[in-house]
């Protein structure tokens, strides 16, 4: 039996072994997946005690993802970009791989409902860790622009430094014919909105949240209200970004998204 872990702080409501558990019922594989609290300044100190007693892979998720990508000996591209770590993976020769499965989850998600950012014009609510783990992904999914919203325009036009398509959106009146909006604030977590004009919504055709819940997101709720737009939380990213962590530990096919999400979804009603 193979033993996994996700590592965090809070890490309570996690669903990562619900997720890891169901995929491995797919191949028939038999694993451990746990959940592990880290104290605050412990990060290190546990990721070496665990790999060194066997840990076959683990996750990482707040606050302790720029602590992997520090502790790692080697990243992936998507790693190294965005400067975080969601998945560890032993090297054969010593020392850990990082990798950062976020975009490929998103991406995966958005796919799968139908959607194709080649030659979009998409919007990005925030510039913080979440967009900054996605922002290769969508790039490297040829939109036509990347238009990123953020409260401090100077955070956004870091992101965007060195690609042409890439706008920090300074004044709501140099964005327009927004096809696809991507929020990658917290904002729906505890009910508010992120900053972004009616008229921006209104006219989109596919409108995604990366928090979800049992219900519709407060963001998705209003969207709702204002925009006849293909609305989508982040259920499916979540499942996503796992499938992705589960195939680089067990070098297989990625497993089965969808039966996931829908497990997930009913648990939560």
């Known amino acids: ?25 797919q191949y028939g594989h038999e694993i451990s997946y746990k959940k592990q609290l880290v104290s605050l300044h412990g990060f290190a100190r546990t ?15 707040v606050p302790f993802k720029q602590q992997a990508w520090q502790q790692a000996t080697k990243l992936t591209e998507e790693a190294r970009v965005s400067g975080a770590v969601n998945t560890l993976i032993p090297l054969p020769a010593g020392g850990l791989l990082g990798a950062n499965t976020d975009g490929a989850g998103l991406l995966r998600d958005i796919r799968r409902q139908g959607i194709d950012i080649a ?19 969508i790039l490297d999914a040829n939109p036509e622009t990347v238009w990123i919203a953020n409260r401090t325009a100077s955070k956004a036009q870091q992101l965007g430094d060195g690609h ?25 977590l505890s009910g508010k909105l992120p900053d972004v004009p009616t008229t921006v919504l209104g006219g989109a055709q596919f409108v995604y949240d990366m928090v979800y819940g049992p219900g519709r997101t407060s963001f998705l709720a209003h ?14 990213m979540l499942v996503g970004q796992a499938a992705e962590s589960y195939r680089l530990w067990w070098q297989c096919e990625l497993p089965q ?3 996931v999400i829908e497990h997930l979804r009913h648990s939560m009603d």
């Not at 920090?168 to 696809?180: F, K, L, M």
């Not at 969207?223 to 982040?234: F, H, I, K, N, Y």
């Open 1 to 25: 039996m193979r033993r996994f872990c996700v590592f965090g702080n809070p890490i309570s409501h996690s669903r990562s072994p619900d997720i890891h558990a169901l995929f491995a019922k």
């Open 47 to 61: 990721i070496a005690t665990e790999f060194n007693q066997g840990l076959a892979g683990a996750n990482v998720t």
């Open 119 to 137: 030659g979009r014009r998409v919007l990005i609510l925030g510039a913080g860790g979440a967009t900054r783990g996605v922002l290769k992904n």
């Open 164 to 188: 042409a398509n890439v706008r920090a959106v300074t004044t709501w009146q140099t964005v327009s014919g927004v096809d696809i909006v991507i929020n990658a604030t917290s904002a729906s």
């Open 223 to 236: 969207t709702a209200a204002v925009s006849e737009a293909q609305l989508s939380d982040g259920l499916g």
């Open 257 to 259: 998204i969808t039966p």
